[in-house]
């Protein structure tokens, strides 16, 4: 089995920043594109950046310039920073991952827990 464990969320002043990390452990034998999506009340789980096996990254427009997705494949750890942060950021944040286990031969689709990150004066 394969879990994502997030970290690094928390309440911050607007315009403040913080960085998100998500490490996964298990049965791994490679990972592929990893993510993170976001989940306000009320409103529909959206992504909001991502980061290929080759770290090319991709950026929802609301986040492109104040945010950015990194990954450290030794540690099957992904990265998210986040600067210039706007109320409209508080939501709960999750971490994705394609995950290859042993002996399947296309990916498995993994979930974290979920981080809260509340922007607030």
């Known amino acids: 089995q394969v879990q994502l464990v997030e970290s690094g969320g928390g309440l911050v002043q607007p315009g403040g920043s913080l960085r998100l990390s998500c490490a996964a452990s298990g049965s791994i034998r490679s990972i592929g594109t990893m993510g993170w999506y976001r989940q306000a009340p009320g409103k529909q789980r959206e992504l909001v950046a991502a980061i290929t096996s080759n770290s090319s990254p991709n950026y929802a427009d609301s986040v492109k310039g104040r945010f950015t997705i990194s990954r450290d494949n030794a540690k099957n750890t992904v990265y998210l920073q986040m600067n210039s942060l706007k109320p409209e950021d508080t939501a709960v944040y999750y971490c994705?991952?394609?995950?290859?286990?042993?002996?399947?031969?296309?990916?498995?689709?993994?979930w974290g827990q979920g981080t809260q990150v509340t922007v607030s004066s």
């Open positions: 994705n991952a394609d995950v290859l286990i042993p002996l399947q031969w296309v990916t498995t689709n993994f």
